[in-house]
């Protein structure tokens, strides 16, 4: 199969047990390929038959990193290009195939290189500042979340040996592919705010031990780490503005006293936004 620029991939995942695609709505016809992951390894094809994906990969993983990687795997025997976006769905993300559509148009006419959508506020949720935002389509961001994240093909291609150093995934999203989006020019980064979804379970990643004796943070740490190396094999190419905005950004249980006074003045101002905009209405 050849790269065919105007179809991207969305890749959405399957205990093989309950009901597939439970929480996507199947309202239209889909403007992309899809595959279905089993990440437990025991389900048929014929359960999904019905659904007509051009794609499934059962294996059994346990949790988000070894997807990705099982996916490039899959997809990139020969290192062939196929696709514009890859895009990566948790399998408790409710969304439509006509958002999706949308998504992945507002992607392309925007160029941008990596985004996601907006999440709702009665979301459970990690990161408060990919929370929809009124007024929107797209905000730029540094990075986006593991959750539901949408990259150019190229990118997923160059952080493909790395999926399979972080179960979690995690790490991926905050250190290693904005790194990757400098080397390979693509530093068009967003949260498309035109489209919502909702992530409908609590977010369990964090607070495990995985079968590799290494938790969540330690997954994080070390993507980080293999970020660093990278930035040292490409010193040019990095500016201390990067280093302040991402790498010495850390993530951990609880956020210090110090972060959240630094917030105070970007509070502020949202604050004033918001009463100047209801004095218009």
């Known amino acids: 199969m050849g790269k065919n620029s105007n179809r991207s991939l969305i890749v959405i995942t399957w205990d093989g047990v309950s009901k597939p695609l439970e ?37 059994r993983t346990e949790n988000k990193g070894q997807v990705f990687y099982e996916v490039y795997k899959y997809l990139y025997p020969n290192n062939e290009e196929r696709y514009e ?54 905000k730029k961001e540094n990075w986006v979340e593991i959750m539901f994240p949408v990259y150019r093909e190229e ?14 995934g995690q ?50 740490n070390h993507i980080r780490s293999r970020a660093i190396e990278l930035i040292e094999a490409n010193k040019a190419l990095f500016d201390q503005d990067f280093m302040n905005r991402i790498i010495a950004v850390r993530y951990y249980r609880g956020i210090s006293i110090f972060k959240k006074l630094k917030r105070v003045k970007g509070m502020l101002k949202n604050i004033y936004k918001e009463i100047v905009d209801l004095s218009y209405r």
């Open 85 to 138: 976006y890859i895009g990566v769905i948790d399998d408790d993300i409710y969304t439509s195939y006509s958002d999706l559509n949308k998504l992945l148009f507002i992607g392309k006419i925007n160029h941008l290189d990596i985004f996601q959508p907006s999440i709702t506020h009665d979301s459970y949720f990690d990161h408060r500042q990919f929370t929809h935002k009124t007024g929107y389509q797209i």
């Open 171 to 220: 790490g991926i999203d905050v250190y290693m592919m904005p790194v990757l989006q400098v080397i390979h020019q693509m530093t068009n980064t967003a949260v498309v705010h035109a489209i919502q979804i909702k992530h409908c379970r609590p977010v369990q990643s964090g607070d495990r031990t995985y079968s590799d004796g290494k938790s969540n943070f330690d997954n994080i």
């Open 155 to 168: 990118l997923y291609k160059a952080a493909g040996k790395y999926f399979n150093e972080t179960i979690t």
């Open 23 to 59: 929480y996507v709505l199947q309202d239209t016809q889909r403007n992309f390929d899809l595959l279905i992951f089993d990440h437990s390894a025991k389900a048929s094809s014929d359960l999904i038959k019905h659904l007509s994906p051009e794609h499934f990969v059962s294996t």
